[in-house]
C-alpha cells in the first residue's frame, strides 16, 4: 500500500484489519500517509506531502485542512528552500499542543505508572501509584488513576486511553496475564464504557517497540527485546507489527533451549528463557558468584543464551537491528558484548549483513510512550 520505502512511515496497518477501497478508506489511507510523514519530527510543506505521497494538490489540500481543524497538525513556519518562485509553502507539523492522551503503564513491578502525554507521547503531567507487596493490581485502580489524570484536561481534548500490559492482548482483551494473574479480561470495554474514549490495550513490548522505533534509533525491522521479571520480545518488520495467529507473538519466556537438562520452570518444562535470562535469576545467580570475573562470567553466559534463542530468528527473517531493553545492572557492556559474540559466530553469512546488538535508546517512560503511540495510530486509522 505505502511504496514510499525510504521515508519513515507512521505504522499504517492494524495487523487484521482488511483493505476495502471505500470512500472512507480512501480517506484514512490519506491521513495516515500525510500524519506518517509528519510523524514525529517531520515538517514538510502541502507541495512536498504532494509530492512524497503523490497525491494531488487539492486532495493534500482537503486532508491537510482537516487535520488541522482537529488539531493533529499545525502550521510551522515557511519552507525557505522553496523560494525561487516567489511563494513560500507553509510547513505543516504535528501539533503537540491541543490534543492529548492518557497513557497508562501496568507493566512495572511496584508501581503503576500514568501519564497525560501529546502527540509525540510526550508525558506533561504524570500520576504514580505505589503497589502493596503483592503487586496486585485492579480494574479499580486504573479508573482511579485515568480519573485524577483527566481532572484538568478538557474532555474534546482527549483522543483516547492507551494501557500498556504485560501478557497476550487480543482485540482489547487480556487473554493471559501470569504476572497480573488475569485471563479474559476485557479491559477495553470496560474502560470504554466507564471513560466514553476510544480505550487501546496493548502488550508493554510492543508498545516500547513502537516507542523505540519512533523516539530511539529502531529500524524498520527489528527484533526489540525487554529483559525484567520475564522476558518478552516484539518484532517489527517494514513498520508492521507481528501479532501472530494466536496474538502472542514475541512470547518466548517459555521456550526452552534446555528441555532435557535445563531448570524446571513453574510452567512445567524445563530449560525455558524464564528460567536463565530474567533480572532475577541473573541477579540469584550474580550473588551466589565468587569472584567479580565470575559475576562478569553469569553475564556472559546470559547474554550468550539469548544469542543463541536469537539466532534463528534474525536468520529466519534477515534482521540487521536487535534492542534490549532491560535494568542497566544487567543489560550492560558485558551483556552486549558476549550477545553480539555469540550472535557473531553463529549468524555469520555472505548474505547478510552485520547484525547489531544494542541498547534501548528511550529510558524509563518507554511503554507509557509507545502506548501513546498506539493511541494515535488506533486515532488516525479509525476515523
Ligand atoms: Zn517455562
Avoid at 228 to 248: M, P, S
Avoid at 255 to 277: A, F, M, Q, W, Y
Avoid at 342 to 358: E, G, N, Y
Wanted: aromatic share 4%; hydrophobic share 40%.
Amino acid at each position: 500500500m505505502n511504496s514510499y520505502a525510504n521515508t519513515i512511515s507512521f505504522p499504517l496497518h492494524t495487523p487484521g484489519r482488511t483493505a476495502k477501497a471505500s470512500p472512507a478508506d480512501v480517506r484514512r489511507n490519506n491521513r495516515s500517509l500525510v500524519f506518517g510523514l509528519l510523524f514525529p519530527n517531520g515538517q514538510l510543506s502541502r507541495a512536498e506531502l504532494g509530492r512524497q505521497t503523490g497525491l494531488s494538490r487539492v486532495a493534500i489540500s482537503g486532508v491537510a485542512n482537516g487535520m488541522l481543524e482537529e488539531g493533529l497538525i499545525c502550521e510551522s513556519g515557511y519552507d525557505a528552500s522553496a523560494s525561487a518562485k516567489g511563494k513560500r509553502g507553509t510547513l505543516l507539523s504535528i501539533d503537540t499542543t491541543r490534543l492529548h492522551i492518557i497513557s497508562v503503564d501496568l507493566s512495572q513491578e511496584h508501581l503503576v505508572q500514568g501519564a497525560v502525554t501529546d502527540l509525540l507521547g510526550t508525558p506533561q503531567q504524570r500520576m504514580e501509584m505505589a503497589l502493596g507487596p503483592d503487586n496486585d493490581i485492579n480494574a479499580d485502580m486504573i479508573v482511579q488513576l485515568v480519573d485524577q489524570l483527566r481532572t484538568d484536561i478538557d474532555s474534546d481534548a482527549i483522543i483516547g486511553i492507551g494501557i500498556a500490559v504485560t501478557g497476550v492482548v487480543e482485540d482489547g482483551v487480556i487473554r493471559e496475564s501470569t504476572v497480573l494473574g488475569w485471563h479474559d479480561l476485557d479491559l477495553q470495554s470496560m474502560l470504554e464504557r466507564r471513560f466514553g474514549f476510544p480505550v487501546t490495550v496493548s502488550n508493554d513490548v510492543v508498545c516500547s517497540m513502537l516507542a523505540e522505533r519512533f523516539f530511539g534509533k529502531g529500524d524498520k525491522s527489528m527484533i526489540f527485546i525487554k529483559i525484567d521479571r520475564g522476558i518478552g520480545a516484539a518484532t517489527l518488520i517494514d513498520d508492521v507489527t507481528v501479532i501472530g495467529q494466536n496474538h502472542a507473538g514475541g512470547e518466548i519466556g517459555h521456550i526452552s533451549l534446555d528441555p532435557e537438562h535445563g531448570r524446571p520452570c513453574p510452567c512445567g518444562k524445563r530449560g525455558c528463557l524464564e528460567t536463565t535470562v530474567t533480572s532475577p535469576v541473573i541477579r540469584d545467580r550474580i550473588r551466589h558468584a565468587g569472584t567479580p570475573e565470575q559475576q562478569l562470567d553469569v553475564i556472559r553466559a546470559s547474554g550468550e543464551e539469548l544469542a543463541s534463542a536469537l539466532a534463528m530468528p534474525i536468520g529466519l527473517m534477515d534482521i540487521n537491528d536487535v534492542c534490549v531493553y532491560g535494568p542497566p545492572d544487567i543489560v550492560n557492556e558485558t551483556f552486549l558484548e558476549a550477545t553480539q559474540r555469540r550472535i557473531d559466530k553463529v549468524t555469520s553469512s555472505q548474505f547478510h549483513k552485520h547484525t547489531t546488538i544494542r541498547r534501548c535508546q528511550v529510558g524509563s517512560d518507554i511503554a507509557l510512550r509507545g502506548s501513546a503511540i498506539d493511541v494515535i495510530r488506533h486515532y488516525i486509522e479509525a476515523k
